[in-house]
C-alpha cells in the first residue's frame, strides 16, 4: 500500500514538474483580430482605440508615432524622423523615408577643429547636432497616401493624453534621473524634465497639446511652414543652431522600394538605403541560408560563430558603401545576391575566429544611437506596418523647446563628421556618409515584414543603434529556425557583433559559460559587461490559425495591446 501511495506521490511530482517547464514557455498577448506593441502602453492603446474606430494601420500609425512623442519623449517625437516598411491585405509593399536631413549651411568639416580633430560634443549635443526633423511630414505623408479617418479624430486622443498627463514608469524615472546634469547643461533654463520626478508621478505636457493642437488644425504646414515653423527656428537660431525657414519649408518625406529577399521559404521584406537595414539583413541571412543553424541549436557555439562571422563581413559592407541614395550610387543588387554573400564567405572556417582587421575596408567603424523606439502595427483588414523612429541619442541632442513642448534630435551625429573616426555608437563612417546639404544621414533603422507562403507572417522591429540590425536579425531566427513564439523569441539572450570593434558584445549572464569557453578558444574576444541594451524588440506574429502573438521586449516597458 505504501508503495503504492510513493508511486503516486511521485507520478503527481513528475506531472508538476512538466507542467512547471511548459510555465517557463512564454507566451505574449494573443489576439483574433488586430494588434499594437509599441515602447508604452499609453501609446498601443491609443493605437488600437484607432483601429477599434474603424482605422487602419496607416491611420493608427499616425496616431501610435504621435502618442509615442507624449508618452515616450526618451524616443518619441516631433524633432526627430524615421522609417515605415508597410504590407497592405493585398501584398502591396512599400517604404517611407522620414529620416532628418542635414541643414543648407551645413559643411563637410562642420564638427572638426582647426587641426581637424572632431570637437567633442559638437555633433551630439545642443542646437548645432539637429538636423532637420522629418517625423511631421512623415505622418502626414503616410495619411495622404493610405488614411480612411481624418486627421482630427486620430490626433484627439493624443492630444488629450498630453494634457491629462502621463504615469511616469520606474525606467522612465530612472532615464530622466541619469540625464538630468545633461538637460542642465545643454539647456538655458530650466526645463519640464530637470525636475525630480518619481515612479507613479504623472508628467503633463500642455505646450506639447498645444502644438498637436496646431497641426491638428492647419496640417503639416503648420510645423514646417507657419508659426511653430518659426517658434522652432527662432529657438534653434537662439541656441547657436544652423536651421532656418526654407530648411523646414523645403523638407518632405520620401516613399521608397524596400529590400526584398528570400531566406528559406520566407520573403523578408526591409528598409532600404538611407537605411542600412535592409541591405545588411539580406547580407547576413543570405550568408546564414546554406547552414544548418536548427541542427547547430539555438545559442550555440556554432551558431553564435555563424552569426558573428556573418555580421563582421556586413557591417564591414556597411561602413564602406552606404549612405543617401539620392547623394551616393550604392551597389545594392550585388550587395544582396546570394552569390555575393557566399563569396565574402569563403575564408570563413569553424577552426578559427575571422580578425575583423583581415576583412576588407578595415580603416572604418560605425557608431550610431541605441535610443530609437520601434512599433509594429497589424490590423483587423490584414495591413500591417513596421516603423522605426527616433531623436537618435536618448532625449536627442538634449535641447527642449518649452514653447512648444518637444525635444530636438542629435541626428547629425549619424553622418560621419571624420570618415575612420567612430560616432557615439562606435559605429565607424566613410566617404559615403559625409556632410553634404540637404543629405539623410545613414541608419541602422530596420522596420521590417517577414511573408511566409505569400502570407503575412511577422512584423518585427527594435531601438539599438548598431545593434537593431543584428537584434532583427536574431528574432527572425528564433520563430524560423528554432521554432519559438513570438514573445518567446524577444525574450531570448542576444549577442551583437558589428565588425569594428572586434569583439562579441553579449547580454550579461544570458549564455552558457562552456559556450563562451569554447567561443574564447576560438579567438573571439567576449563582452559581457553591463552596457547598452542590445534592442528592445516590439514584433507580431501570425499564427496557423491566423490569430496574432504580440512579442513586447521585457527589456523596456513595451506594452501589447489588440482586440
Known amino acids: 500500500m505504501k508503495k503504492n501511495i510513493l508511486l503516486f506521490t511521485l507520478s503527481l511530482l513528475l506531472v508538476n514538474c512538466k507542467s512547471e517547464i511548459k510555465k517557463e514557455k512564454t507566451t505574449g498577448l494573443i489576439t483574433q483580430k488586430a494588434m499594437v506593441v509599441t515602447a508604452r502602453e499609453e501609446a498601443s492603446k491609443i493605437g488600437v482605440v484607432i483601429l477599434k474606430k474603424g482605422g487602419n494601420a496607416f491611420d493608427a500609425m499616425v496616431a501610435t ?28 509593399i512599400g517604404g517611407l ?58 490626433l484627439e486622443p493624443v492630444i488629450q493624453l498630453a494634457k491629462r498627463g502621463v504615469i511616469v514608469t520606474d525606467k522612465q524615472a530612472k532615464r530622466i534621473k541619469n540625464y538630468k546634469d545633461l538637460f542642465l547643461k545643454v539647456n538655458k533654463d530650466a526645463i519640464l524634465f530637470t525636475k525630480n520626478w518619481q515612479e507613479n508621478d504623472s508628467i503633463k505636457y500642455p505646450a506639447l497639446a498645444e502644438t498637436l493642437t496646431l497641426i491638428q488644425k492647419n496640417g503639416k504646414d503648420e510645423f514646417y511652414k507657419g508659426e511653430t515653423a518659426k517658434r522652432l527656428v527662432k529657438f534653434i537660431q537662439a541656441n547657436g543652431g544652423i536651421i532656418t525657414l526654407e530648411d523646414l519649408a523645403k523638407y518632405e518625406a520620401k516613399w521608397r522600394t524596400p529590400v526584398t529577399f528570400t531566406y528559406d521559404d520566407l520573403k523578408i521584406i526591409s528598409m532600404s538605403p538611407p537605411s542600412s537595414g535592409g541591405i545588411c539583413l539580406a ?18 557555439t556554432k551558431s553564435i560563430q555563424l552569426i558573428t562571422e556573418a555580421e563582421r563581413r556586413a557591417y564591414a559592407d556597411r561602413s564602406y558603401f552606404l549612405g543617401d541614395p539620392d547623394f ?11 552569390a555575393y554573400s557566399n563569396k565574402r564567405m569563403a575564408g570563413f ?17 560605425i557608431i550610431e ?6 512599433y509594429s502595427i497589424v490590423d483587423q483588414f490584414g495591413n500591417a506596418v513596421s516603423v522605426t523612429t527616433t531623436l537618435n ?14 525635444f530636438l534630435n542629435n541626428e547629425m551625429d549619424d553622418f560621419s563628421s571624420k570618415p575612420g573616426v567612430p560616432n557615439m555608437f562606435g559605429l565607424i563612417g566613410a566617404k559615403a556618409n559625409e556632410i553634404q546639404p540637404e543629405k539623410r544621414m545613414l541608419s541602422s533603422m530596420t522596420p521590417t515584414i517577414v511573408e511566409k507562403n505569400n502570407k503575412l507572417f511577422m512584423v518585427v522591429g527594435t531601438p539599438g543603434g548598431s545593434t537593431i540590425i543584428t537584434s532583427v536579425l536574431q528574432t527572425i531566427l528564433n520563430v524560423h529556425e528554432y521554432k519559438m513564439g513570438m514573445q518567446e523569441a524577444v525574450n531570448a539572450a542576444r549577442f551583437h557583433h558589428q565588425w569594428l570593434p572586434d569583439v562579441v558584445k553579449m547580454e550579461p549572464n544570458s549564455f552558457d559559460k562552456k559556450t563562451i569557453t569554447e567561443l574564447e578558444k576560438l579567438g573571439y574576444n567576449i563582452d559581457e559587461t553591463t552596457s547598452r541594451i542590445i534592442g ?21 516597458d513595451d506594452t501589447a495591446v489588440g482586440f
Do not use: W
Not at 97 to 105: I, M, N, S, T, V
Not at 119 to 128: H, P, R, V
Not at 283 to 300: R, T, V, W, Y
Open 393 to 406: 541619442g536618448a532625449y536627442g541632442s538634449k535641447l527642449y523647446c518649452s514653447e512648444l513642448g518637444f
Open 328 to 338: 551616393v550610387t550604392i551597389p545594392q543588387q550585388e550587395l544582396i545576391s546570394k
Open 536 to 556: 528592445k524588440v516590439s514584433a507580431i506574429l501570425v499564427l496557423p490559425n491566423d490569430n496574432l502573438e504580440g512579442g513586447a521586449d521585457k527589456r523596456g
Open 369 to 374: 544611437s541605441d535610443e530609437t523606439t520601434h
Open 97 to 154: 523615408d522620414y529620416r532628418e536631413k542635414a541643414p543648407l549651411a551645413a559643411t563637410k568639416n562642420m564638427y572638426l577643429d582647426n587641426e581637424g580633430n572632431i570637437i567633442d560634443g559638437k555633433s551630439t549635443e545642443g542646437a548645432t547636432a539637429i538636423g532637420i526633423p522629418g517625423t511631421v511630414a512623415g505622418v502626414f505623408a503616410v495619411h495622404e497616401k493610405f488614411g480612411t479617418l481624418t486627421i482630427k479624430e486620430i
Open 283 to 300: 547580407q547576413i541571412m543570405n550568408a546564414l541560408e546554406p547552414f544548418d543553424l536548427d541542427k547547430f541549436g539555438h545559442n550555440s
Open 349 to 365: 572556417s569553424f577552426e578559427k575566429a575571422t580578425k575583423s582587421s583581415d576583412v576588407s575596408h578595415g580603416n572604418i567603424e
Open 65 to 92: 508615432e504621435m502618442a509615442l512623442a507624449v508618452a515616450y519623449p526618451f524616443a518619441g517625437n516631433l524633432g526627430g524622423g524615421g522609417f515605415m516598411v508597410y504590407r497592405k491585405n493585398d501584398g502591396e
